[in-house]
């Protein structure tokens, strides 16, 4: 936990460095990213308090429960978007340099991030309320919190696995996408080769970031496995599992980028004096 807490005050200066510039609060690369840190520590925070919960075997009524998870679930699936977005960012800097400024603007990329909530809330609003028609009572109940006890028919299950499956395969696509067209832009430009290398690589980097999201899918799977395993060794696994496959991905991946990026010397000296 403490772990958790270190990577969550990183987290948090970085946004408080961020907002301390109007290079960063004006530019359509540093909002998205700054929303990927506020949405990672969000993340990371609701997934610390789900495990809380599990470890002490702690029941909450479904209502509050649902709360949290329908938190949880938003920022999972709103951290693969939010690199898609990103990655189209690049692509448009370097294959449509006259429109970039046009089309990226702070507006509309704040409007980008709102259809991300959207869209990152969806699957777990349509779930909720499926229930809420079907089982009006079962919000009133004590269960413990957990993401499975909202899956409680066959058809929550198949619409979760589609619509985890089509965000993924989509945001994969788009990142690949983009990736090769930068590639392909790189063959034509005979200037600004820096420039191109550099989008091409940290295009490549959002790929690398949505290859960590991918690794909490293995989180219920390897606990699921665990699970019959003998207590204490089970409660070390799990906490094993926790950190390597929850706590790492979510904190290395906005970590690593905010030092890719060309003002991150500018960035890591503010954060340096902060701490």
């Not at 599990?54 to 938190?71: K, P």
């Not at 699957?123 to 028609?133: A, F, H, P």
């Not at 690398?208 to 690794?215: I, K, P, W």
Request: hydrophobic share 55%; aromatic share 10%.
């Amino acid at each position: 936990m403490i772990l958790c807490l270190i990577f969550l005050c990183v987290n948090g200066i970085m946004l408080f460095t961020l907002s301390t510039k109007n290079t960063f609060r004006e530019t359509s690369r540093y909002i998205l990213f700054a929303h990927m840190l506020f949405n990672d520590s969000i993340q990371l925070l609701t997934s610390m308090l789900l495990y809380i919960f599990a470890s002490v075997s702690l029941h909450l009524i479904t209502g509050v429960c649902a709360i949290i998870l329908l938190i949880s679930s938003t920022t999972y699936y709103n951290s693969p978007l939010n690199l898609a977005m990103m990655a189209l960012e690049r692509y448009i800097a370097i294959c449509f340099p006259l429109r970039h400024s046009e089309i990226a603007t702070p507006t509309r990329t704040r409007v980008v991030i709102c259809v991300i909530w959207f869209f990152g809330s969806l699957n777990e609003c349509i779930r909720i309320l499926i229930i809420l028609i079907t089982e009006p009572l079962y919000f009133l109940s004590s269960i413990h919190c957990a993401d499975s006890q909202l899956l409680r028919s066959t058809l929550l299950l198949d619409v979760n696995a589609a619509v985890t499956a089509f965000y993924f395969v989509s945001v994969a696509l788009i990142i690949i996408y983009t990736y090769v067209a930068i590639i392909l832009e790189a063959r034509f430009v005979s200037c600004e080769k820096a420039s191109v290398t550099k989008a091409r690589n940290t295009v490549l980097l959002h790929l690398c970031q949505f290859a960590l999201c991918l690794t909490s899918f293995l989180h219920g799977v390897m606990e699921t496995l665990a699970s019959n395993l003998d207590g204490s060794v089970f409660v070390s696994i799990q906490y094993t599992l926790f950190v390597v496959l929850i706590v790492f991905p979510r904190c290395l991946s906005p970590l690593i980028y905010g030092l890719k990026m060309r003002t991150s010397d500018h960035l890591l000296n503010m954060i340096l004096c902060l701490l």
